[in-house]
């Protein structure tokens, strides 16, 4: 399900070089061709309330694969700049840099 999300995210992103219109938030902006956020401002952007809730979500992303299976579709989510707390720290969903 959580992959299922994040694929029509990018579905949505792609080629986007501006704002998240109506649906930004202080917790997520695109910068450099990669989606950067917060857990609770990708959550916000991703799921409704009655979906699943914010520890469900972040509980996800933690203890799956999510990495390994976006590498199969080009992306991965890495550390934009880490806080020491996981819901301050800044994330950034991006291409995957192909060496």
Do not use: H
């Amino acid at each position: 399900m959580l992959l299922d999300k994040f694929e029509a995210l990018i579905e949505r992103l792609v080629g986007r070089d501006k704002a998240l219109d109506n649906d930004t938030s202080e917790d997520v902006y695109l910068a450099d061709n990669a989606l950067v956020f917060t857990i609770r401002g990708l959550y916000r952007l991703m799921c409704k309330a009655d979906d699943i809730s914010y520890i469900e979500f972040r509980t996800a992303l933690y203890q799956g694969n999510l990495n390994q299976e976006l590498g199969k579709i080009g992306y991965e989510v890495t550390i934009s700049e880490s806080t020491g707390n996981i819901d301050t720290s800044w994330y950034q969903l991006r291409p995957v840099e192909v060496v």
